[in-house]
């Protein structure tokens, strides 16, 4: 955050995108680092309820989406609900 580049309404340049967060799940599960994935996971999918629709990218801190932010965005959409079936299943 004290990067000159950092900008959180700014695509790419300080967003929570959904998508990255998925990808850093599935790593964390591959290292065995489950308890960090859960945490991540379930971070995510509260990102995602506490909002009306559901964005292609979040303000990392106010956990909104952005006015640039495309609303009903296709894989963020397929992605949370891919997180909560894990959720659900209390699985990994």
């Known amino acids: 955050m004290n990067d000159v580049q950092y900008a959180p309404l700014t695509m790419w340049r300080g967003p929570t995108w959904i998508n990255t967060n998925y990808l850093f799940i ?26 009306d629709e559901i964005y292609e990218y979040y303000h990392p801190m106010r956990a909104e989406g952005p006015p640039l932010a495309a609303p009903i965005f296709g894989w963020s959409a397929a992605l949370f609900l891919d997180l909560a079936i894990q959720a659900r299943a209390g699985r990994g």
């Open 26 to 51: 599935e790593g964390l599960r591959r290292i065995g680092r489950d308890d960090l994935a859960d945490e991540l996971r379930d971070r995510t999918l509260d990102l995602v309820m506490a909002n």
